[in-house]
């Protein structure tokens, strides 16, 4: 088959992903960006979002990612992030609860330090819940 790219993710633990997909769609640093066939070589770094493989039936995997980078070349992607979290393991409700709390925490630090870390984790919570809502409305 035609205008396949051959995909790998990799966590510091394991590989989380190797298959075959029309198309990946990434959070990258400046925004998020789609890799289809023949795309231009690159490399970006990616921030906390959400990743999607659309594989050549036409499934679509979606997962909530933390930050990382990407490589394409040759129509191989090669993704390394910090952590990834199939969506279909997380819970909807519990993903919103996440994300009201790590706000509030956010909203309540006082310094710069701390500010910082609860708004990675703001990030971080609203990133599972998009993944969640996105897994659900496609199933």
Same mark, same amino acid.
């Given at each position: 088959?035609?205008?396949?790219?051959?995909?790998?993710?990799?966590?510091?633990?394991?590989? &989380?992903? @190797? %298959?075959?997909?029309?198309?990946?769609?990434?959070?990258?640093?400046?925004?998020?960006?789609?890799?289809?066939?023949?795309?231009?070589?690159?490399?970006?770094?990616? @921030?906390? %979002?959400?990743?999607?493989?659309? #594989?050549?039936?036409?499934?679509?995997?979606?997962?909530?990612?933390?930050? %990382?980078?990407?490589?394409?070349?040759?129509?191989?992607?090669?993704?390394?992030?910090?952590?990834?979290?199939?969506?279909?393991?997380?819970?909807?409700?519990? *993903?919103?609860?996440?994300?009201?709390?790590?706000?509030?925490?956010?909203? @309540? *630090?006082?310094? =710069? *330090?701390? =500010? &910082?870390?609860?708004? =990675?984790?703001?990030?971080? *919570?609203?990133?599972?819940?998009?993944?969640?809502?996105?897994?659900? #409305?496609?199933?």
């Amino acid at each position: 088959m035609d205008h396949i790219l051959t995909v790998s993710i990799v966590t510091p633990r394991a590989t &989380a992903f @190797e %298959g075959t997909a029309l198309a990946v769609s990434v959070p990258g640093s400046h925004s998020p960006f789609q890799i289809l066939f023949n795309h231009a070589p690159i490399i970006s770094s990616l @921030e906390i %979002g959400v990743l999607k493989i659309e #594989e050549p039936n036409n499934h679509v995997h979606v997962f909530a990612a933390r930050e %990382g980078f990407v490589e394409v070349m040759r129509n191989k992607v090669n993704i390394v992030v910090e952590d990834l979290v199939p969506a279909s393991s997380i819970d909807e409700a519990s *993903a919103s609860s996440n994300v009201s709390e790590a706000r509030a925490r956010w909203n @309540e *630090a006082t310094d =710069r *330090a701390s =500010r &910082a870390q609860h708004l =990675r984790d703001l990030h971080w *919570a609203e990133a599972c819940e998009r993944a969640a809502k996105l897994f659900h #409305e496609k199933s």
